[in-house]
């Protein structure tokens, strides 16, 4: 593979932003869409043919001697939050991009159709709405989740749909049946600081974090800030401290099993300095690979909401917007990577994710691997996200290794699957 040219690449997806400090590509964008339209011309001038299904993921096939067999799938999103960074979800699109492209230097072909899919709308950053493609793909998708989205310009998903000609009312048939893939894999940042701190080249993910979340709509009473005594308030925003800290302990008491939760939103109206807040709409995230220990920082959620309510005399109202459980991905595919991880010679660790990712949903049609690379200083969701090329090759190299392997590398003349060389 051409390192050199895989860092091209992620530069060359990555010109395809709104102005900021970081990356800023949001799900259902001119610039995102650009950018997937861009990936498709790549992809067909490899050679592959490439669709759009109707909520908007692209996904690029490349024959196998074999076209009945199922495809071994892999790829990732390039879709960002706010000021993002380079890598999130976009250095596993550019490394499926590099995949293919030194599969037909070298002509090497696969038994197995390959099926490189760049998910859409896997951050929630824009619609509070995360993995929404392969969702659709996985037929874990519903009506009710996604019929009123909205983003915080008041744009309905289904007015940004159109816009780009895709078709919410057709999610349905963006399902594929259990078997239609072999196997799906995806290379990641690991956006954490383990495998920096370990100096261990690849991270093997054995289980994804579920997320749940809450929309909280605080209701205070609005009143001059200058007239109005201490005991009189009704203060939207100091119930929506409160209730924020009260999660934040709840957190760290169950810290053994890494459980964590996070107030990413909170807007106080009216927003003003000289007026007490009367209304805030805050946004929750829970997360966790233990269901029990997640189960208790949400027991501790309500019980906040139900004292401050009494506390303060405010009126909050919470509605779950998402309930994902917990995934132990493929003990098969784990030690499979394993195997290739020590036929390379690269150190690996075993590890959770504690971030969402597409790989996820997958799991519900096919196995799924899950490769991480390190971060540095761990950071992610932020400008300064980073990881070298040194420490991207290792990754490529092993997710390139494992798709081969799955997808059997074929004779051209006899016909007939060859072990890797
Ligand atoms: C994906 O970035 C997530 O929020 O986990
Ligand atoms: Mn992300
Ligand atoms: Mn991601």
Not at 207 to 213: E, M, V
Not at 300 to 314: A, M, V, W
Not at 355 to 367: Q, V, Y
Request: aromatic share 6%; proline share 4%.
């Amino acid at each position: 593979m051409d390192f050199k040219r895989l860092e091209q690449t992620l530069k060359n997806i990555n010109s395809f932003s709104e102005a900021g400090e970081g990356i800023n590509r949001l799900a259902y964008t001119d610039e995102e869409r650009q950018a997937a339209d861009e990936i498709g011309e790549i992809c067909k001038k490899e050679g592959m043919s490439v669709k759009y299904d109707s909520v908007g993921n692209l996904i690029a096939r490349r024959e196998g001697t074999h076209p009945e067999l199922p495809a071994v799938a892999f790829g990732s999103h390039i879709d960002s939050v706010y000021e993002a960074g380079a890598y999130d979800g976009t250095l596993g699109v550019a490394a499926a991009i590099e995949i293919i492209r030194s599969l037909n230097e070298a002509k090497i072909q696969t038994e197995h159709p390959l099926e490189l899919i760049v998910f859409a709308c896997e951050e929630s950053a824009r619609f509070s709405f995360s993995t929404l493609g392969s969702k659709a793909i996985a037929g874990l998708l519903k009506k009710e989740d996604i019929a009123d989205l909205q983003d915080k310009d008041g744009i309905f998903l289904r007015d940004a749909f159109q816009k780009y000609k895709l078709h919410l009312d057709k999610f349905g048939e963006v399902k594929q049946r259990k078997g239609a893939y072999k196997a799906f894999f995806e290379l990641h940042v690991e956006q954490g600081p383990v495998l920096e701190e370990k100096n261990i080249p690849i991270g093997i993910v054995t289980g994804i974090a579920g997320a749940t979340r809450f929309q909280l709509n605080i209701e205070g009473e609005a009143s001059h800030s200058g007239t109005t005594p201490m005991g009189y308030r009704k203060d939207a925003f100091l119930g929506a401290a409160e209730i924020a800290l009260a999660i934040e302990k709840a957190a760290k008491a169950e810290k053994s099993v890494g459980t964590v939760a996070t107030v990413g939103v909170c807007d106080v109206e009216p927003g003003a300095m000289n007026v007490i807040p009367g209304r805030v709409k805050m946004q929750v995230d829970i997360r966790g690979i233990s269901e029990a220990s997640k189960k208790m920082v949400i027991q501790k959620l309500f019980q906040s909401i139900k004292d401050t309510e009494e506390k303060r005399g405010l009126i909050i109202h919470h509605t779950r917007t998402n309930d994902q459980a917990p995934v132990v991905l493929s003990e098969e595919v784990i030690q499979e990577l394993s195997k290739t991880c020590d036929e390379n010679e690269y150190a690996y660790q075993l590890m959770p994710s504690g971030a969402g990712h597409d790989a996820m949903n997958m799991t519900n049609l096919c196995p799924v691997g899950l490769i991480f690379i390190p971060s540095e200083k761990g950071l992610s969701h932020n400008p300064k996200e980073y990881s070298s090329i040194e420490q991207i090759a290792p990754g490529a190299t092993i997710l390139k290794q494992e798709i081969l392997k799955w997808a059997g590398v074929a004779d051209r003349t006899a016909d007939k699957i060859q072990s890797l060389p």
